[in-house]
């Protein structure tokens, strides 16, 4: 049980949720993951038991990559579909093109500001506490590398994309971060991750089969 699994995270469950799960199945306590998936988020998760927990510093620092939906128009205040909704704009006299060339203007290394609703933390709390209390606090800027980002395609509203990026990256403040520049808002409406280091999403089991 010294073991990686690789574990195609359904949507609706927390990494910690699939964590608990692998725990109950083999019943075994020390169990772990690399790399934090949101709820709504699906695709690669991959869970370390036992001894293999001594990988985590090092498989967590791995690149990721993603397929991400993106809505232009609509802002959240999680920059997801699960948020509220705090700017609604027309996107009419935005083109194609125009969308395609903010999207690719992002590749790069840079600064990104986390959400409020994340596991960062402030003074000893999660940012996640503070929002669910209704405080905003300034957050520091983190360097993040969007190693590669291409188009997959655009239609009407929504935009497809594929990113490769670094630890720490927030693909949905990658999307709200875009639409700011497109000067319309957005958010993220899905997002799968396909890789995690060396460990893709044709390797990944479901939950249900392990």
């Known amino acids: 049980m010294e073991s990686i699994l690789v574990i195609d995270k359904p949507a609706g469950m927390t990494s910690h949720d699939v964590v608990d799960a692998v725990r109950r199945r083999f019943g075994i306590k020390k ?16 869970v370390l038991m036992n001894k293999a927990t001594k990988l985590s510093a090092k498989l967590c620092c791995d ?7 993106m809505t232009l128009g609509l802002s959240t205040d999680t920059h997801d ?25 992002f590749k790069g290394k840079q600064k990104q500001i986390p959400p409020m609703v994340s596991a ?7 940012l996640y506490k503070l929002a ?14 969007i190693k590669d980002i291409s188009v997959i395609s655009v239609h009407g509203e929504n935009a497809d994309f594929k990113v490769i990026c670094s630890k720490g ?4 403040t990658l999307c709200h971060d875009i639409g700011r520049k497109l000067g319309c808002g957005a958010h993220m409406s ?6 995690s280091g ?5 390797d990944a089991v479901l939950l249900k089969d392990i």
């Open 31 to 46: 169990v772990g993951h690399c790399g934090t998936l949101d709820p709504m988020a699906t695709g690669v998760l991959v």
């Open 132 to 145: 669910r209390e209704g405080v905003v606090v300034e957050r520091e800027p983190v360097d993040i590398d």
């Open 198 to 202: 060396g460990f893709h999403i044709k």
């Open 63 to 69: 690149d990721k990559e993603y397929i991400c939906r």
């Open 120 to 126: 960062k933390h402030h003074k000893g709390e999660r």
């Open 169 to 172: 990256t927030y693909i949905r």
């Open 190 to 195: 899905s997002l799968r991750r396909t890789r």
């Open 81 to 105: 579909s699960t948020g509220n909704i705090i700017e609604r704009k027309q996107v009419n006299g935005i083109t194609e093109s125009g969308i395609k060339d903010a999207i690719l203007s």
